[in-house]
């Protein structure tokens, strides 16, 4: 990671933070906590998240905390990949998101090797920053690249970025591009809701976030 330095528009004093030489460290997206000296950050192919302090005007050199990221870290099936992480806006909470989009041939179609497209929900614990793991849950689409919480904390979006033949039972079924929709509970757990499903053809859904009006 690259921290720099900012002022009247100009970024100085670049300093990188490589625990370990970089070595088993591929930082993917981080988020700020909102009124804490807390960074959490997703490491896309170790399939963790590490959480950093900021101390004065400097971010440490090594996470105070590292978490696992999968349900099942010993069960990897496909590529798998750590996302998008967001902290929710009431600073209590953070969201990693775990994307999985491999396939194998399967009656000469390219069908879903199967992994985790899921949710790992975390606890924040208010005094050192630790991110206590709390649930894991089905994204209910296919690599969900982005995620977004409304301003209001009440309800996550998770944008599924293509569709993907899949094997249930030995039926075949194409689990289409979508936005999934989740209720965030008092507790900060995930409640599915509903789902939008999109035809992107032969391109994919990118991006996606939400304002307030």
């Known amino acids: 990671?690259?921290?720099?330095?900012?002022r009247d528009g100009l970024l100085t004093d670049?300093?990188?933070?490589?625990?370990n030489g970089g070595y088993g460290f591929g930082p993917r997206h981080l988020d700020f906590h909102p009124t804490r000296p807390w960074v959490y950050v997703s490491l896309?192919?170790?399939?963790?998240?590490?959480?950093?302090?900021?101390s004065g005007a400097?971010?440490?050199a090594a996470p105070v905390f590292r978490k696992e990221t999968l349900a099942e870290?010993?069960?990897?099936?496909?590529?798998q990949a750590a996302g998008t992480v967001?902290?929710?806006?009431?600073?209590?909470?953070?969201?990693?998101?775990?994307?999985?989009?491999?396939?194998v041939p399967v009656d000469g179609k390219s069908v879903f090797a199967g992994g985790e497209n899921t949710f790992a929900v975390y606890e924040i614990d208010m005094t050192t920053g630790e991110p206590v793991p709390i649930q894991h849950v089905d994204t209910r689409g296919i690599h969900c690249r982005t995620f977004h919480i409304d301003p209001s904390g009440r309800m996550l979006v998770a944008a599924h970025i293509m569709g993907l033949p899949v094997e249930e039972e030995a039926v075949i079924?194409?689990?289409?591009?979508s936005l999934a929709v989740f209720r965030i509970d008092a507790g900060g757990k995930l409640d599915f809701i509903r789902k939008y499903d999109g035809?992107?053809?032969d391109r994919t859904m990118f991006w996606m976030g939400m304002v307030q009006l």
């Open 199 to 201: 035809d992107v053809g």
């Open 1 to 6: 990671m690259k921290v720099f330095r900012y």
């Open 58 to 60: 400097a971010l440490s």
């Open 44 to 54: 896309e192919r170790q399939n963790k998240l590490d959480m950093f302090e900021i």
């Open 73 to 79: 870290p010993r069960n990897i099936r496909g590529r």
């Open 14 to 19: 670049e300093v990188s933070v490589a625990p």
């Open 173 to 177: 079924r194409v689990v289409p591009a």
């Open 86 to 103: 967001h902290i929710h806006p009431n600073g209590r909470f953070v969201y990693a998101v775990n994307r999985a989009s491999s396939t």
